[in-house]
């Protein structure tokens, strides 16, 4: 059986991590729409070029068949309802950073 190692160190390198990743609001905006299109244009010249996209899951999808179309579909759904949350989080945050200004 394999055995997991537990220390302080793993925890502060946990903290630190949270730490590092804060940002503003706006560059959450930015972040969620840069990677959506980045996803969008590998797809785009993974089937322009082969024909067969590889997923963020590893999976192939092959454009040439119903399932590959179908799968590739609900994968780009899935990115696109990501997309709008953590765009929709990043927008709901400048909204009440506006009011609180406001009140200031």
Do not use: C, P
């Not at 999976?59 to 780009?76: C, K, N, P, R, T």
């Amino acid at each position: 059986m394999a055995e997991f190692l537990f220390s302080r160190s793993h925890v502060e390198l946990v903290n630190r991590m949270q730490v590092d990743v804060s940002f503003d609001y706006a560059v959450g905006d930015y972040l969620a729409n840069k990677g959506f299109y980045d996803i969008l244009s590998n797809v785009q010249k993974s089937i322009t070029t082969t024909g067969k996209v590889t997923l963020q899951s590893g999976v192939e999808a092959d454009v040439s068949s119903a399932g590959g179309l179908m799968g590739l579909q609900l994968h780009m759904q899935s990115v696109e309802a990501a997309r709008t949350a953590m765009a929709g989080l990043a927008k709901l945050g400048l909204s009440v950073e506006k009011q609180l200004w406001k009140l200031q």
